[in-house]
């Protein structure tokens, strides 16, 4: 079996380093070492941290190779690793570092080609009357990211920046997926309120219950 792009899939190249060919390890890294760092850049919010996390994973699973059982893709096994990684450092240093999504950045909440304010982005009505271009709106929106909770953030950003699915972030996190539901409910909520104190969207007239097994967002 081959990638999209010709390569070995990932299953292959794990049995090919269980086979002693060690150096076949290097296409997984080549392979994910940059959204893992874009995931622990996001997190982490400091450079050499987000480079420190991503190495420290790429050790781990390396180590653990042998018993990847496969229950999960491998992407989603090392982004697991990558977010203890994330949260070990966070917890070894509560200093609070403010990072800024640039335009053309990996947080796509809004539609590509727009370069206007549009009537309604992932559940959030943006004003017609604004004028705001599509850099400021990304200012606004990414200053909105930065006031969610820790684990609200976090969240959202996998499920937006890095398109996992509601099942992947439940293992790649370790919570239920109601959970997961759960504190995207929340934060889209959240990023409502604020949009509107800043001016550049319209309030929802209704608050709708979060989704049907959705746990409290912690």
Not at 5 to 21: A, H, K, M, T, Y
Not at 33 to 53: H, K
Not at 98 to 121: K, R
Request: glycine residues 6%.
């Amino acid at each position: 079996m081959t990638t999209a792009s010709g390569g070995p899939s990932d299953l292959e190249v794990i049995q090919r380093v269980r086979n002693g060919e060690s150096e076949a390890f290097r296409l997984l890294v080549e392979r994910y070492q940059g959204r893992a760092y874009r995931l622990a850049l996001r997190v982490l919010r400091d450079e050499e941290a987000a480079r420190d996390a991503v190495q420290d994973a790429f050790v781990k699973a390396y180590s653990a190779l042998a018993r990847f059982e496969g229950r999960s893709s491998f992407f989603t096994w090392l982004y697991r690793l990558v977010m203890n990684q994330c949260l070990d450092a966070r917890r070894r240093d509560k200093s609070a570092r403010e990072v800024a999504f640039e335009e053309g950045g990996e947080l796509e909440l809004l539609p590509e080609a727009s370069l206007n304010p549009v009537p309604e982005v992932d559940g959030v009505r943006f004003a017609p009357a604004a004028t705001l271009m599509r850099k400021e709106l990304l200012a606004h929106l990414a200053r909105a990211v930065e006031q969610l909770p820790p684990a609200a953030r976090e969240t959202l950003l996998l499920r937006e920046v890095e398109g996992l699915s509601y099942a992947e972030i439940a293992t790649a996190l370790s919570i239920p997926k109601g959970t997961v539901m759960s504190r995207l409910h929340y934060a889209r909520k959240q990023l409502q309120k604020l949009l509107v104190e800043a001016g550049v969207a319209e309030a929802e007239s209704d608050d709708p219950d979060p989704p049907e097994g959705a746990e409290e967002a912690s």
